[in-house]
């Protein structure tokens, strides 16, 4: 049975990094050195983040947007070894915020402190422990280690909250119906858990947003436009340079802490990890990857609002052979779409629909969103990665930005993707392509 493992999921302590500091401050001291004891209980007690190496075909985004590692095993190893100062450490991190700073791009996995001893068993070159390499770096000998846990063994930690929330082995597939009865009846099940999904999706971003617009950045605008009205009120006209400076700051911290990755990272975490939102999404998922069969099908996924606009899309005059350009709206794309869904939903032959739509696919912008490293993001259909191509897309539904490819640029795209094909998504469905029938259809002659 093939299991995942999630990835980067927040961690923080700051009651152990207030220690850390302390300590750090004590060992500058060396009266204190022998008094600061107490981080010990507290690296005993406390989960702790560890890279961990993983090869990019087992890496997977959910549709949550957060990421896992899928394979028959969970275990892949961690990279713990870190070279500073001619010495070898064992590099550990006390939470999210200070991983991130270090500048390392490998996931992360939350771990206990038993992991230094199983590096200072196997490696004897290992000087001792580093802590938050790069900010409030702690370093522990590897005497002063053995010595603080002379038996190797931790007291009972109770199971971090992902393990008691999210499952890690992927559900059993249901076999493919037989009769075009049943079949139809799997698809409107398939169908009701694409909206579900979808909706949810949806949902759950824009509460990360909210969430996000009350971080202490958007409190600290708050207060500052509070200030310049009351500076206006009591000064009057002599005010205006003041309060001019009071909104201004007003206006950058707000900017600051809409657009900053870190505000999104604050908003995503109380949402989905503390609020319980991926949990949610992750069961939605199961069963949709219980029910489909991971092949070719049509099926309902409803996004935002989407805006009315005007496409181009270049064509071949196939009688000079010069290149024209016409303007394609967004409805004329749909009606295209559309009409090869309603063929299947009604058991009709698609096939002339099917090939409109690939002709005119070809050379039609469309949008790609990003996920929040800045890369495509990967949809998946069970656990079959495709690559999304929005018709006309609502900006909030990409919050981490977009591509713009056209059909041409796809085909070439997925030379380098592992993807099994593209879904092509308008308001309330979408349609998948396998990589052969894209490479068929849109690659360059």
Do not use: C
Request: hydrophobic letters at 40%; zero cysteines.
């Amino acid at each position: 049975m093939m299991k995942r493992l999630f990835l980067n999921l927040t961690l923080t302590n700051p009651r152990l990094e207030k220690e850390i500091r302390e300590t750090i401050i004590a060992q500058s001291n060396r009266s204190q050195r022998r008094e600061r004891q107490d981080i010990y209980p507290l690296l005993e007690k406390s989960w702790l983040l560890a890279p961990i190496a993983v090869p990019q075909s087992q890496l997977r985004v959910l549709y949550s947007g957060y990421q896992v590692a899928i394979g028959q095993t969970a275990n892949y190893p961690l990279s713990l070894l870190l070279e500073k100062d001619g010495q070898t450490y064992v590099q550990l991190y006390s939470s999210t915020a200070k991983y991130e700073a270090s500048a390392q791009d490998l996931p992360t996995v939350w771990v206990r402190a038993s992991v230094i001893f199983d590096v200072l068993e196997q490696t004897p070159e290992v000087a001792g422990l580093l802590l938050n390499d790069g900010t409030d770096e702690l370093m522990v000998s590897r005497d002063e280690l053995q010595r603080q846990f002379p038996r190797h063994e931790l007291a009972p930690l109770r199971a971090p909250w992902y393990e008691r929330q999210l499952t890690t082995d992927f559900p059993n597939r249901l076999p493919v119906p037989g009769g075009n009865e049943a079949w139809q009846t799997r698809q409107k099940e398939i169908d009701q858990i694409s909206n579900a999904l979808e909706e949810l999706r949806a949902k759950t971003e824009k509460k990360a947003r909210r969430a996000a617009k009350g971080s202490s950045l958007h409190q600290l605008t708050v207060g500052l436009l509070v200030v310049a009205l009351i500076v206006l009120m009591r000064l009057g006209r002599h005010a205006l340079l003041p309060m001019g400076v009071l909104l201004f700051l007003a206006l950058a911290s707000a900017v600051y802490g809409y657009r900053h990755p870190r505000g999104r990272t604050l908003g995503r975490w109380l949402v989905y990890e503390k609020r319980g939102g991926l949990a949610k999404m992750l069961q939605l998922e199961d069963e949709l990857y219980r029910l489909s069969d991971a092949e070719t099908f049509a099926k309902q996924m409803p996004v935002e609002s989407v805006n009315e606009n005007l496409s181009e899309v270049h064509t071949i005059n196939t009688d000079s052979g010069k290149p024209v350009w016409e303007i394609v709206s967004v409805d004329e794309m749909r009606g295209f779409f559309e009409a090869v869904v309603d063929a299947r939903r009604l058991g009709k032959d698609d096939s002339q629909h099917f090939e409109d739509l690939l002709t005119v696919g070809k050379y039609y912008q469309f949008t790609v969103p990003n996920q929040e490293d800045g890369e495509m993001a990967t949809y998946y259909v069970g656990a079959t990665p495709y690559l999304p191509l929005y018709i006309a897309p609502a900006e909030g539904a990409m919050p981490f930005g977009k591509h713009v490819v056209s059909g041409q640029q796809v085909a070439q795209l997925l030379e380098t993707l592992e993807v099994a094909g593209v879904q092509i998504r308008t308001t309330n469905q979408r349609v998948l392509l396998k990589r052969e029938q894209v490479r068929d259809w849109w690659e360059v002659k």
